[in-house]
């Protein structure tokens, strides 16, 4: 079972972050884990058109960082006594992306917690600069917050492909569940399918290959949960079509609130330079919560 003892949220201030926030500290709290809160101030000198002297930039940074500093020790204040967790805070002068990822580094973090959406650049577009880049250099799971955190997840998805992080996915995403409905979705049909479909190929029964695959996939899903502590107890499901579209469609239909995905994988078409092409579609496309699993490298 994925052990979550440290989790590292980001903040701005903006309302975006504060679901961020609210999510991290459920989690930290279902986990029994210690809570890492970071802001990070962006420097002055990232803004084009600024020509003011390194010594007026550098004391604008510090001022800005001192006065971010007030707003998140009161923010660590209340979520430690409203969640009766540990909250260690810190704040940082830099690229939010990469002092993100530097901090995740140095405190250790199992997961890291992002809003969907933030203001001064910190999450600044529905997928912003800051997330893709923090996406493409994180060694370690990344949760994109959109809902709002009223209390632990109710239904979750792990969309997975057989490859060799469908492991890590089903683990975390138990790890996450708690006592919540967790269910295994395998999408069959490709790009594969729709060509054969289209091109009428002279002695294949499209339907029966369709069949086969569904057969190996059933066998494929028993082994992957067989694996898994806990993972018989999740439900199960096989979808025809293409990966993206289906898995965007489950969760709506079934109102899931998160979606784990793989950020590389093969035979779904989870694979892709850095962010996959199927998690890249369906992070941008659905309205809930998504945890991006970078599988470990091998030893």
Known sequence: MSSIQRVLVATDFSPASERAVRRAAHIAQQQ??????????RPLDLYPGITLDAETLGRHDLALQEAGKTRLDDKADEIASTFGIRVEAASRIGRPHNEIAEHAMATGADLVVVGARGENSLLDLLLGSTTSRLVRVAAYPVLLVRKPADGPYRKIL??????????????????????????????????????LRKAKVAGLDVNAWLDGRRTEAARQMDALLASVEGGAAA?????????SAAICQDIETNDADLVVLGRHGYGGGLQDWMLGSVSKDVAFATACDVLLIHPEKPA
Request: net charge negative; aromatic share 4%; hydrophobic share 55%.
């Open 158 to 195: 792990a969309a997975v492909d057989f490859s060799p992080v469908s492991v890590e996915l089903v683990q975390h995403a138990l790890a996450l569940a708690g006592g919540a409905q967790m269910d295994v979705l395998h999408v069959l049909g490709s790009e594969v399918e729709r060509h």
């Open 235 to 243: 439900g199960r499901r096989f979808l025809p079509g293409l990966a």
């Open 32 to 41: 029994h884990a210690v809570l890492h809160l970071l802001h990070v101030v």
